[in-house]
């Protein structure tokens, strides 16, 4: 099955600075790799997706880029403000079989300071 | 606009007691998955349905677990005969079709003494 590690587990930044996370996929059928973020004791939320039929997807002060050939991809926040501070996961899928389910990774807790 | 809806957000159970978990997809969405977060961990997919159907069930323990999505009402994971291991947050999603962006849902916490 798939699996897809994630890193740096804890990631710490000033206010104002980019972050980057990076995942990186094993199954090569894998299509579909959204982004979650994750406050202490809520749900996950989505913040950016991509399909691999893109290798890069932008949405104000956050991005997502992937490498097919290399099975990874990222997500790049620019001037990080501290309500950016949470957990983040990454995740993988593919429509083969019977449905969609996300694989995810271990989680990075970004902490951005004043 | 109602987003997806879990209850109960916090259960309490006792060793060998039975827990049942509820989930409402949100409007016009047909296909739910259960994930699990252990404390401190990421997600870990259980289970995904449809309407009346079990589509995969690869991430669900053989034993004491099982999920429903009726025709009519929540779908629902029961967890019979609980044990302390059984303690996270269970999570569902819903999507409107299966290679759609999947909603998550507040959780439920059970803890079980």
């Known amino acids: 099955g798939e699996n897809v590690e994630q890193h740096p587990s804890t990631l710490s930044v000033q206010e104002g600075d980019s972050a980057v996370i990076k995942c990186t996929y094993s199954d090569s059928a894998s299509n579909y790799f959204p982004w979650y973020k994750q406050e202490l004791g809520k749900r996950p939320q989505l913040i950016i997706d991509?399909?691999?039929?893109?290798g890069e997807k932008k949405d104000q002060r956050i991005a997502v880029t992937l490498n097919k050939t290399a099975k990874h991809f990222s997500l790049h926040i620019t001037e990080t403000q501290p309500e950016d501070s949470a957990v983040y996961f990454c995740?993988?899928?593919?429509?083969?079989?019977?449905?969609?389910?996300?694989?995810f990774g271990t989680g990075t807790q970004l902490k951005v300071e004043l | 606009n109602a987003g997806v809806m879990q209850n109960p957000r916090h259960l309490v159970r006792r060793r060998g007691q039975e827990a049942r978990l509820r989930c409402s997809p949100m409007?016009?969405?047909?296909?739910v998955y259960w994930y699990r977060q252990l404390p401190e961990e990421g997600l870990k997919f259980m289970v995904y349905l449809q309407k009346e159907n079990i589509i995969d069930e690869s991430g669900m323990p053989k034993e004491r677990f099982s999920a429903e999505f009726p025709k009519e009402g929540p779908s629902i994971l029961r967890i019979q005969q609980v044990v302390r291991g059984d303690s996270a947050a269970y999570f569902c999603?819903?999507?409107?079709?299966?290679?759609?962006?999947?909603?998550f849902g507040p959780g439920t916490r059970l803890t079980v003494l």
């Open positions: 409007k016009g969405h047909s296909h």
């Open positions: 999603a819903s999507s409107w079709d299966r290679t759609d962006t999947q909603y």
């Open positions: 991509i399909r691999s039929n893109v």
């Open positions: 995740a993988a899928s593919s429509d083969k079989g019977g449905g969609n389910k996300l694989t």
